[in-house]
């Protein structure tokens, strides 16, 4: 009997719940679900073309920035060749109103892209560095700040080196060099200007050395600008560090040794020919795998050296050793420069004499308008005219002379005047000249010094020059041994693929 009974109450469940089942399946049937399909809301396509300077090899590409159909704020670059293939795209992030550049942050065909809606002094973009191997981009960018005048909207960039990020307010104007950093992918400082315009006091820094160039209180005029901006500008731009793409592999030293006569067995290369026959720089080239190596084959270990020359931060650039006697000696340039983890490190260039030639001092004229060959250009111009801009006590400050050079010109194209001469005068605090900024036309006058930098100590003497030559840049190093005009040595040397071709003059 209880056997039966439970299989009643078994079949009675079961019949229960498949009442239940069958009902909620009916219940299904008889109310569908509802799918909802929202339709994505798309945007028309934006398209902004970029004038890109594409080379020859490159003739009809083109290069744009394209907007994003389901997000019209987000953008692509978009490279197409001639017959309007895609050849690369890639995102280049959100933007608003983009602004693009080609400019020459690191070569001149950078793309720098940023945000035009933006706060422009406040804002970042992003630098999509050109691959020459690949003909494309590199698809990685780099942050960059902006770096164009909100005013003027000019920008100051060095190619491949520094490039000026300005923030001003009532209270304060900021200046900062920076560099790309190719190795590293990003933006490093170089050097910062603070002025503080409520104390009057300026900080001018090093930001590689980690050091200060200036710190005090200036002078300003009544409108709160720098008396003497100019000078320390110029101190700004002239003591920065620069970082290399990559640390150049130097494994010795390479020599130029100048001989008063050659040695008639010795073979000579082509360079060494050249330097003979064409330049009269009599000599060969060397090289050792040390300092001590080269001072040792001259004589010179242990030795104290005739003259050194430091920079503000302690950086040795130059060390001269010399035998007044026998007019012997021998010497190191050396090049200081920062690699791209910012280590500073060094290259040298030796140099080694047999002989000292022998000069008399004429002190060079400081305050001229005329060439470094003589002759202001005037006869070899049309409509020759010539400013001048003085200090307040007088001296000369800026002088142009310009004029039409004919023979350059086109017939169907009118001539602008072109600089003939350009002489900037650069003054310290104490009103005595630091430096002169000289520029000359090279079709007007030689191509040798055409740019010439020249620089005075306190009491206005001359003691180095930097000048411009074909092949890359001359020195001349003026050595005075005691308070007067004349220096003891001059010492020139022309940096020439590697070599410093030296001459060493002693005055009389």
Same mark, same amino acid.
């Given at each position: 009997?209880?056997?039966?009974? %439970? ?12 009442? *239940? *089942? ?41 290069? %744009? ?49 940023? %945000? ?115 000078? $320390?500008?110029?101190? $700004? ?49 060397? %090289? ?95 409509? $020759? ?124």
């Amino acid at each position: 009997m209880k056997q039966k009974a %439970s299989g009643r109450i078994a079949a009675a469940v079961i019949l229960l719940c498949t009442l *239940i *089942i069958g009902g909620c399946a009916a219940r299904q049937e008889e109310e569908p679900a509802v799918v909802v399909q929202v339709e994505e809301e798309k945007y028309e396509e934006i398209i902004i073309p970029v004038d890109y300077p594409f080379s020859a090899e490159m003739e009809g590409y083109r290069l %744009s920035l394209v907007s994003d159909t389901e997000s019209p704020d987000v953008y692509e670059v978009r490279l197409c060749d001639e017959i309007g293939q895609i050849v690369q795209q890639f995102s280049c992030g959100q933007l608003k109103e983009p602004l693009v550049f080609c400019d020459a942050l690191t070569s001149w065909r950078d793309l720098e892209i940023f %945000s035009g809606a933006e706060e422009e002094e406040e804002q970042t973009g992003m630098l999509f560095v050109w691959d020459q191997e690949n003909n494309c981009f590199l698809e990685e960018g780099i942050e960059i700040p902006w770096y164009k005048n909100e005013k003027t909207d000019e920008e100051f960039a060095w190619r491949g080196r520094g490039f000026l990020v300005s923030r001003d307010t009532e209270a304060r104007e900021e200046r900062r060099i920076c560099q790309i950093d190719l190795n590293r992918k990003e933006t490093v400082e170089l050097g910062r200007w603070i002025f503080d315009r409520t104390e009057n006091r300026l900080t001018i820094w090093n930001s590689l050395e980690d050091t200060a160039i200036f710190e005090g209180i200036v002078e300003t005029d009544s409108d709160g600008r720098l008396n003497n901006e100019m000078y $320390f500008w110029t101190l $700004f731009q002239e003591q920065l560090s620069f970082i290399t793409i990559s640390e150049p592999e130097q494994s010795e030293i390479f020599t130029w040794v100048s001989r008063q006569e050659s040695e008639d067995d010795e073979e000579q290369n082509g360079f060494e020919y050249v330097q003979e026959h064409v330049f009269g720089n009599r000599g060969g080239m060397e %090289s050792y795998a040390s300092k001590q190596d080269l001072l040792a084959d001259f004589g010179f270990v242990d030795c104290v050296p005739f003259y050194e020359l430091y920079d503000q931060f302690g950086n040795l650039l130059l060390e001269l050793y010399l035998d007044e006697q026998s007019g012997i000696g021998c010497g190191l340039r050396h090049v200081i420069y920062f690699v791209d983890d910012s280590t500073k490190a060094e290259e040298l260039y030796g140099f080694a004499f047999d002989s000292v030639e022998e000069a008399v001092w004429e002190e060079p004229k400081i305050y001229i308008q005329e060439s470094v060959y003589g002759g202001n250009g005037a006869d070899s111009v049309e409509d $020759f005219k010539e400013e001048l801009e003085c200090t307040d006590d007088g001296k000369p400050e800026h002088y142009r002379s310009t004029g039409i050079i004919d023979w350059l010109g086109d017939e169907e194209i009118p001539i602008a005047p072109a600089n003939i001469l350009s002489i900037d005068y650069i003054y310290r605090e104490d009103g005595t000249l630091y430096k002169r900024d000289y520029v000359h036309n090279p079709y007007i006058f030689a191509t040798t010094s055409c740019s010439l930098d020249s620089y005075y100590d306190e009491a206005e003497r001359l003691i180095y020059e930097n000048g411009y030559i074909m092949h890359g840049d001359y020195e001349n190093y003026y050595i005075y041994t005691d308070e007067g005009r004349k220096p003891a040595y001059g010492l020139m040397l022309d940096n020439n693929l590697n070599y410093c071709i030296l001459v060493l003059v002693r005055y009389e």
